[in-house]
């Protein structure tokens, strides 16, 4: 049984930094595409970035381009999202998901039906 994790969510101010982290059990965790998805208050879940299995290749939605990093640590079986400059329009609660079809930003094959999703981590941004 796939287990996922998030955690690092909190409360800061615009313009500081938060990093989230996602450990994944049950899974091949160095063959499994992965990401971040977030879901903003009214809105649907929308994909954030996203890691392809050998780490080479990434994806950013252009809200988070140029602020967030994406990268994982196979070796601990761990996926974080550097959050740089964060605005309060980042506020949501943030998903791991993993084993996903990658890319996820504007990829065809992606679905939210597949994979294996944690339960969220809640971030918070104060303007």
């Known amino acids: 049984q796939v287990q996922v994790a998030e955690s690092g969510g909190g409360l800061v101010q615009a313009g500081e930094s938060l990093r989230l982290s996602c450990t994944a059990s049950g899974l091949a965790f160095d063959d499994s595409s992965m990401g971040w998805f977030r879901q903003r208050p009214g809105l649907e879940r929308e994909p954030v970035s996203c890691i392809s299995w050998t780490g080479g290749s990434k994806d950013y939605s252009d809200d988070v381009q140029g602020r967030f990093t994406i990268s994982r640590d196979n070796a601990k079986n761990t996926l974080y999202l550097q959050m740089n400059d964060l605005k309060p329009e980042d506020t949501a609660i943030y998903y791991c998901?993993?084993?996903?079809?990658?890319?996820?930003?504007?990829?065809?094959?992606?679905?939210?039906?597949?994979?294996?999703w944690g339960q969220g981590t809640r971030v918070t941004v104060s303007s």
């Open positions: 998901g993993v084993d996903i079809t990658f890319p996820c930003n504007g990829g065809s094959s992606f679905s939210f039906s597949d994979g294996s």
